[in-house]
């Protein structure tokens, strides 16, 4: 389920997100100063801007950003879409 970006503290986005083995890159975000950022490996970080839901725009690698939660409400993953290709989910690991 996606949580509602108005009503969630930004602090619950932040972590390490891992993709599968086989996708070599890994997504970290966190809060400075009341924004979120994220930094994709082998990328540069940026800023991440809020669009519907938990949905945001993450303009440093032209893509999508989703935060997932589970069935007990708490964020566990997050979905990237660059260039039209969707990544398979990215699991919290921090």
Do not use: W
């Not at 993450?58 to 893509?63: D, G, L, P, R, W």
């Not at 589970?70 to 989910?89: A, M």
Request: hydrophobic share 35%; aromatic share 10%; proline share 7%.
């Amino acid at each position: 389920m996606v949580l509602s970006a108005e009503k969630t503290p930004y602090s619950v986005l932040v972590g390490t997100y891992r993709f599968a083995p086989f996708v070599p890159i890994g997504v970290t975000v966190s809060e400075e100063n009341g924004h979120l950022y994220a930094q994709a490996t082998g990328f540069p970080k940026g800023q991440l801007s809020p669009q519907t839901g938990l949905t945001f725009a993450f303009t440093a690698v032209n893509a999508q950003i989703t935060f997932v939660r589970d069935e007990h409400g708490k964020v566990t993953q997050l979905h990237l879409t660059r260039d039209g290709q969707k990544l398979p989910p990215a699991r919290k690991v921090s």
